[in-house]
């Protein structure tokens, strides 16, 4: 019995140990990335698999001991707008994003920043990104870590050091394409897609070497001009149910903005197919049709981008119902058979659950709210229109919205309570017709009447955390908030589920009943999903916070945070006994920079009994941070002698010059 649990351990140890040795930072390959269910120390790739499960077999922290759960450290990016990233990490090192595509390296255990990439995208770009400025997240593999950039290119970087190893543009850079998606890697090569169909972009997804960024191929999801012939039997197929219209001047949409999942046995790539552009289908195909491959679940061949099968959510898509939701692939017993599904809930408000070998129709009920439609066919899985959303003759009220049931935040599934947990929400919006729009690219085409949904949005807005039972296609449980455009889920084996919210807070519930376990203020609204890993035997939970993306841009007062800047930060926790103990305090201490050490030491000895640590006041006296400018022209002067009318010491005899300069660079330092 001993020698079996002694050999059962070196079992578990030799993996491990094998990665340790494998040398350089993120020797990640093909084996790992299969396996990386096996790997619950690690994130290795977006959805944590290539299920995209998001579940994690980390026990570590649980229902029982949630309540020592505290945040063991915490990085400023300094960047504000939407922060929408997944972390990686990889043997003890976290790679995330922040807005503006720029990407960051940090010690998973203390938060030490390694190293910081900025592409530099140029700021004008940001006016072609619908759904602000964001970035969901990179990939890691084989010593790179690869990301998208708003701009279009796909850059890989030594992960060691964040150098560039190689950078390719992967978009016509004059129309309005942008990349917000995570990459992912799949056979050695890397697979990426854009956004832009609000604009007039026409939609595809490519594959470039994972070694060097050749483009090893590359499939679009909507035909192009007929005259021009079809790139494949499968466009050409499509082309049949467009008609009469010329879409491909406008671009016919489809964009492939976000999600993906990949089954190694069954050797198909999985991705999802945004709306039509523009998005009036009167306009883009006034003969009817489906439109295809627009609202669509796609499993192509990873190896040529072929097309295996397609599933369309939204046939003829009128009000930019994207299926490019997260879709998780499970295996489900389902009328007494396992089933290997595919599950989406994309924006129109139904949940699907689909073969994903075959991509045949197995269910589908609506997991909110929807009145475009009013049920689906039984065999076929084809939604219904009502006809009370078509808005050709005159405004039409439909739920869900552009905003979606459920927008790109992702979903989590755990196979031990059996329910996906939905970031859901419900949004009124109208839409009305606007001949003049839409006949050049130039223009915003939305159908979206904003000024109709201003007088909704107030009354009609507001979300929930939905755990939904995908066999029995129904609500186990809801977590109502006060806002939608929360964020996305994460569900554990410690029988929990974390979601950060929408009114700024990160919270942990019963994954089985839904009871809210508990709750940390993060100081601005989250939209990101959160992830965990352990080091050195503790399980640490990660989320990055900072309020953006397409809600809060659009929403008004009812998206406002109060007034307070958005601010992106990773918040980092760990349950307090096992991650706060001296030597991990000390260990954060010496990875400082030197500088840096020197003037925060001098700030905390001097100015911090007042002022605040790390110079945040706690709102008794003034935020050094904040300082009018001549107040910091004369800060020396003002430190020196002090402010005897408002209490404040005179410091002259005490620190020298030097002192005080290295003070106020200290201040200047601190992301504000
Ligand atoms: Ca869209």
Known sequence: MRLRQIASVILVLLPLAAHAAGGGA???????????????????????????????????????????????????????????????????????TGSWS????????????????????????GAKACCDVVNRGVAVYDGKVYFGTLDGRLIALDAETGRPAWEVVTVDQSKAYT??????????????????????????????DAENGTLVWRTYTVPGNPADGFESEALERAAQTWSGGEWWKIGGGGTVWDSMAFDPELDLLYVGTGNGSPWSRVHRSPGGGDNLYLSSILALDPDTGELAWHFQTTPGDNWDFTATQHMILADLEIGGKKRKVLMQAPKNGYFWVVDRETGEFISAEPYVEVT??????????????????????????????AFGGHNWQPMSFNPETGLVYIPAQEIVGAYRFNPKEMLTSEHFNTQTDLAVFATLVREVVAGHLLAWDPVEQKEAWRHPYAMPWNG??????????????????????????????????????????????????????????????????????????????????????????????????????????????????????????????????????????????DMKKSFVDIVQKGMPGVGMPAFGEILTKEQIEKIQSYIEGRPS
């Open 102 to 125: 720029v990407v960051f390296a940090l010690d998973a255990k203390t938060g030490k920043e390694l190293w910081r990439f900025d592409p530099e995208v140029p700021k004008a770009v």
């Open 372 to 401: 475009w439609s009013d049920g689906v066919d039984p065999k076929t899985g084809r939604p219904h229109e009502t006809g009370t959303a078509d808005y050709g003759k005159a405004i039409a009220v439909v739920k869900p919205t």
């Open 179 to 208: 990349i917000t998606g995570a990459p992912r890697i799949v056979k050695g090569k890397v697979i990426i897609g854009n956004g832009g169909a609000e604009f007039g972009v026409r939609g595809y997804v490519s594959a470039y």
């Open 26 to 96: 993120a020797s990640v390959d093909d084996a790992r990335l299969r396996n990386a269910n096996d790997e619950p120390q690690n994130w290795l790739t977006h959805g944590r698999d290539y299920a995209e499960q998001r579940y994690s077999p980390l026990e570590q922290v649980d229902e029982k001991n949630i309540g020592r759960l505290v945040r063991v450290w915490s990085y400023e990016t300094g960047l504000k707008r939407g922060h929408e990233a997944t972390p990686i990490v990889v043997d003890g090192v976290m790679y995330a």
């Open 488 to 629: 996305g889920t994460l569900t554990t084996a410690g029988n929990l589920v974390f979601q950060g919210t929408a009114d700024g807070r990160f919270l942990a519930l019963d994954a089985t009943n839904g009871r809210k376990l508990w709750e940390f203020h993060t100081g601005s609204g989250v939209i990101a999903a959160p992830i965990t890993y352990s080091i050195d035997g503790v399980q640490y939970v990660t989320i990055v916070a900072g309020w953006g993306g397409a809600f809060a841009l659009v929403g008004g007062d009812a998206a406002s945070q109060g007034g307070a800047p958005s601010k992106g930060v990773v918040h980092t926790f760990a349950l307090s006994d096992l991650a706060i103990t001296p030597a991990v305090l000390e260990e954060m201490l010496a990875g400082r920079d030197e500088k840096l050490a020197e003037e925060e030491d001098l700030y905390h000895r001097w100015c911090a009994r007042c002022h605040g640590v790390t110079a945040i006041s706690g709102g008794a006296v003034a935020d050094l941070r904040h300082s009018a400018p």
